[in-house]
């Protein structure tokens, strides 16, 4: 393999263009499985298999959308379409396929993250002297709704209304705990 390095840049890629890849196979490799060098280290493999190809057809032969079905560590993610430009794609030989398949997690498991969350003391003291101030009725019961960054919710997901979730926010980690950053609150809830 040929590392391409940029004049002040190491790079992290090592490997060939996948569209030069695909060009010399039959069908443009529809079928073959392939992986990528920056992910070479992990234990549970990630790797592509090629389902459809469309070349750009440039001179250098490095552009195309290919559509690939794609396993993340070893966790079915579907079809997606893969930077075909990038210099870090290795072929995978027919006979090595079957190792990169017996590494496929069957059943994943699935962290079921809370949907809503108990408001801070400050918090309520808060909502309660603006509900007082708008002459509503204060409910101690109020909760936050949750919100998730998507790119943290691989493997994720949230609580139904009514669905216990499978993992709680530590209640003990509050910086409200500890007595001096407290001091000159008063909580009257």
Known sequence: MVRIQYIGHPSKLYGKHLMKI???????????MFVRGIYANEEVPTFYIVKKVKPAMDPDLIWGDVHAQTYFRGVDKGVSVIKSHLPDFRLVHKEDEE???????????????????????LLKMLIK???ESRGE????????????????????????PGEKPSFEFDKDSCPLEHEELRRGIKFDI
């Open 22 to 32: 695909l060009a010399n196979l039959k069908d443009f490799g529809v079928g073959r």
């Open 99 to 121: 190792k990169y398949f017996a590494a496929v997690i069957k059943d994943p498991v699935i962290t079921i993250l809370p949907r809503e969350m108990e408001c801070s003391p």
């Open 129 to 131: 002297r603006d509900a």
């Open 137 to 160: 009725t204060f409910d101690p019961n109020t909760k936050l709704p949750c919100s998730y960054p998507a790119q943290e919710m691989d493997g994720k997901r949230v609580a139904e």
